[in-house]
Structure formats: structure tokens, C-alpha cells
């Protein structure tokens, strides 16, 4: 084949760029772009010629450059971070951006963002005001603290407590909770990287009261007590509970500081799970500071929320680091609006989403299993079972917990579960499910009600794209 000719025809950019589609994109991704996007396109073209045995895929090739060259300007302006379908049952899922926000705080958010704020300005004095102002009060209110601020997460609440309260001093923790939350979050690292010293005491089973006090020094400056979130020490042990340490923290004049780590507002017993300690409980308890997550058990936006006594939490005001970890506008407006909610704690189930899937009943979770087997039916593609489930609440909480679900299990007839999965993975709307056996389980927990049908859109997708390319 004389590939000669065909190299020579290939279009020049200049030419290329005269044509009235080609200037119509100029106009939408602006002259550079279009020029890359030209270049990388005839790149293409050049390797089709050099790799083909037909005339006929030469010319395809070069009848679809204008196409391609839009295809490839598209995907330039594809967004990578995206919505995806979360069917893992896991309802605080780290890597899936743990608690979602509902559609009505999304579209206020949305209102917030558009144009200026109120940020840092005092409508009524008409001067600067406080980031943390919009609120301050409303965290006070609910969960009884004198004040409150909120840095951009918890590990660097904890740090700024510790920066705040205790820099170049001593901070005494229990050896049982000397732990390691995730993501490099190891509480002597989080100590010594805020410039404090480590002083530990007990064993890793037991701690008692004596213990504490044996080990405070002039240059112990704070008692630290940390949940232990993603882990449990059971059998022979004993930990030293927050009130117990009310006599000697009184005795030496220290604060005592909490990292509550998930930050529940409400009591978890009312869905059929194990109390976990309130915020509220924790100050009532004696804690002087409690540090605590925004987007794990409060159901809101990434945020470290400290709470607690006035003289420590203005102390943490006025610590630099604060300016390195201060929140940005849309925290602050999303931290608002879930609080907003806990003003009726039963509202608040009823409209924050995390609530909303904890919530759910399993008959409720079996329709939806049900209506979406239906809506794979004529695929033929699958053996399908709708099948009970459980899952964890993620987000290093409650981990003895399991929640009990209902889910769909697929067993694709001509694949193998892992290249669905894989599939799945690559649809418009990704979905991310558990992989078991030789099929997959998609959990009905985490699935919201109106995602059903755009769960069952990317099934059928993801199985296209198997059959158009089944290698992969
Ligand atoms: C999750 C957790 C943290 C870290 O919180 P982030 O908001 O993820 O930074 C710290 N301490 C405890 C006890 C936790 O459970």
C-alpha cells in the first residue's frame, strides 16, 4: 500500500482551522486548546497510517478527525471528581467522601457561593466580624458549650487544642488510646507534630486514675482522652472515663481534652445501635475541650469542630496555626445549615442524609432491591438474588456495629464479578459495589431512592462496554 499519498493528505492546522466546525469550537474552548486538541488528533491520524493494512481504516480515520478533535476537547473539560453511586452499604465511606449533604443545604450552598457574603463581615456594626460567628451560637445551644470555633478537620482541631494548650509541655494519654485513626492520624505523631510531649501512662488493656495523676509533672499542661473509634479493647481492661478524672484535673488546674473523634449530637439507640458518647455527655462529663468531625456522625461538611470552655477556645483563636487551618466560606455555610437542623433532633433525622439512610428499613430496602432486579430483568445478563446484607457505618465509627441490609447480589452469566465490578467502575455514573464470590453485592443502605434507576442505566452501560470490548 502506498502510505506516501495518504500522509500527504493528511489536513494542515491552519486549513483546519479555516473549517466553519472547527471555528465554531475556537469559540467555545478558545483558539490554544482547539490548536492542541488539532495536533493531538492529527497525531492520531499519523499512527493509524503508519499501524494499517486497509485503505478503508486510513480513511476512516481521517474522515473522523473533526469529530475525534471534539472528543478530545469533551474530555479535556470532563470533570475527574464526580458524583458516583454508592452501593457498598458503608454510609460514612472516607473514599467516597464520607457524609453527603442533602439536596436542599447543595442548592442554598449554591446560592452562597455565587456571590459575595457575609463572611467575615458584621451586618449590623457594619465592620469585620467572625468566621465563626454564623455558627458559634448554635453549636453553644446544642450541645451546651460556652464557645466554639471550627478549623478544617478534626486532626487539625486536635492540633490546634494541643498547639493552643499545650505547646512545649506535657500531655498525658492513656497507652490503651494511643491510636492510629487512618490516613497517617497517630495520636503521638498528632502530639509531637503540635509541638507537645508525649507523656504515656497504663498498659494497653488498663489505665487507672493513679495513673494520671503519678505522671503529672509543673510541666504537664493537659490530660488527653481520645476515642478509640476504629478499634475496641474488650475482655481484661479498664479505661479511665472523663468524670473520673474530675478530682485531680481540679487538684492541678488542668484542662482535660477530648477527641470525641465522630461527634454524634444524638442518641444512637433509637436506631438499634450502641450508645455512643454525645458531645454533649462529653462536656457534662467535665471535658473542657471536645474536638470532633463535621462529616462523620454530625452528617455535615468536612470540619474539625472544637467545643468547650471560653478561656481555652479564645486561646485557640488567637493561635496562628488557626489562620493555616481556618475553615473556607462553604464550610461555613454548611456548618450552619446542619446545625440549623439540630435545633429538633427529630427533624434533623428526618433531613440529614446520613440520618436519612440510617433511617431506612429493611422492608424499605428490600423494595428498592426488588424494583431494581426488575429493572435488570430484561437484561438477561445476570442471576440475581435479593439477599440480606450488613454492613459498617465507616468512618472508624462504631466498629463493633453491624447494620442490618438487604441488597441485590449479582452473578453475571458471562463475566466474571471482578471485570462487572472493573466496569462498573467506568460508566457515566460510576458505581462503586462490594465485590463477593464470583458476583457482585450492590447494598440498598447507601443507594438513595432516586439513584435506583440511574443505578440500573450504568448496569446497562458497564455491560455494553463489556460486550463492545470484553478484554478489558
Ligand atoms: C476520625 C477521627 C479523627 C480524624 O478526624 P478527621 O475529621 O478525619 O480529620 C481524629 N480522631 C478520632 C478519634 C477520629 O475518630
Known amino acids: 500500500m502506498e502510505k506516501n499519498k495518504y500522509y500527504r493528505s493528511i489536513p494542515k492546522v491552519d486549513v483546519l482551522l479555516e473549517e466553519e466546525s472547527i471555528k465554531k469550537l475556537v469559540q ?39 469529530p475525534e478533535i471534539k472528543k478530545i476537547l469533551e474530555q479535556m473539560h470532563t470533570c475527574h471528581f464526580q458524583p458516583v453511586i454508592n452501593a457498598t452499604g458503608t454510609i ?12 436542599a443545604h447543595a442548592k442554598r450552598l449554591t446560592e452562597v457561593l455565587s456571590g459575595y457574603t457575609n463572611l467575615e463581615y458584621n451586618l449590623e456594626e457594619g465592620k469585620r466580624g467572625e468566621r465563626y460567628s454564623h455558627f458559634e451560637k448554635l453549636i453553644c445551644q446544642i450541645t451546651g458549650a460556652e464557645a466554639a470555633m471550627a478549623v478544617n478537620n478534626n486532626a487539625a482541631a486536635v492540633m490546634l487544642a494541643l498547639s493552643s494548650l499545650a505547646k512545649d509541655r506535657e500531655v498525658i494519654v492513656s497507652r490503651g488510646e494511643l491510636v492510629e485513626i487512618g ?38 499542661a493537659v490530660l488527653l482522652k481520645v476515642h478509640k473509634s476504629n478499634y475496641r479493647i474488650v475482655g481484661f481492661s479498664h479505661s479511665v472515663a472523663v468524670e473520673e478524672l474530675q478530682e485531680i484535673k481540679e487538684k492541678y488546674h488542668l484542662p482535660v481534652v477530648e477527641d470525641l473523634g465522630s461527634g454524634v449530637l444524638v442518641n444512637l439507640e433509637q436506631f438499634g445501635l450502641e450508645h455512643e458518647p454525645t458531645v454533649c455527655e462529653s462536656l457534662q462529663k467535665g471535658a473542657d475541650v471536645v474536638t470532633f468531625s463535621g462529616d462523620k456522625l454530625l452528617g455535615g461538611p468536612q470540619a474539625g469542630i472544637l ?33 440549623l437542623e439540630y ?27 426488588e424494583r431494581l432486579k426488575e429493572l435488570l430483568a430484561p437484561l438477561q445478563a445476570f442471576e440475581m438474588k435479593v439477599t440480606d446484607s450488613t454492613s459498617q457505618m465507616g468512618g472508624g465509627s462504631l466498629p463493633l456495629e453491624e447494620l442490618e441490609n438487604v441488597g441485590l447480589f449479582l452473578k453475571p452469566v458471562k463475566l466474571s464479578g471482578d471485570a ?15 465485590q463477593m464470590e464470583d458476583g457482585i453485592l450492590l447494598d440498598m443502605r447507601t443507594v438513595m431512592e432516586n439513584q435506583t434507576e440511574t443505578l440500573a442505566e450504568s448496569l446497562k452501560e458497564g455491560l455494553m462496554q463489556l460486550a463492545a470490548a470484553p478484554e478489558v
Request: proline fraction near 3%; aromatic fraction near 4%.
Open 28 to 66: 467555545e474552548y478558545g483558539h490554544g486548546l482547539v490548536v492542541k486538541s488539532i495536533r493531538q488528533g492529527l497525531s492520531q491520524v499519523r499512527q493509524v497510517i503508519e499501524a494499517a493494512h486497509t485503505e478503508r481504516q486510513i480513511e476512516e480515520s481521517i474522515q473522523s478527525l473533526v
Open 92 to 103: 460514612l465511606h472516607t473514599n467516597l467522601g464520607r457524609a453527603p449533604i442533602s439536596q
Open 183 to 220: 490516613g497517617k492520624f497517630r495520636i503521638p505523631q498528632v502530639i509531637e507534630a503540635s509541638g507537645c510531649r508525649l507523656v504515656e501512662i497504663g498498659t494497653t488493656n488498663k489505665t487507672h486514675v493513679e495513673d494520671y495523676e503519678e505522671a503529672i509533672t509543673s510541666e504537664t
Open 307 to 339: 467545643v468547650g470552655k471560653k478561656e481555652y477556645i479564645d486561646k485557640m483563636k488567637k493561635n496562628p496555626l488557626t489562620r493555616a487551618f481556618r475553615i473556607d466560606k462553604c464550610t461555613a455555610a454548611l456548618l450552619e445549615m446542619v446545625l
Open 343 to 369: 435545633q429538633d433532633k427529630e427533624k434533623a433525622m428526618e433531613r440529614i442524609p446520613i440520618y436519612q439512610m440510617l433511617s431506612r428499613k429493611k422492608e424499605e430496602l428490600a423494595g428498592q432491591a
Open 420 to 434: 462487572l465490578a472493573k466496569a462498573l467502575r467506568r460508566t457515566r455514573v460510576p458505581v462503586i459495589v462490594r
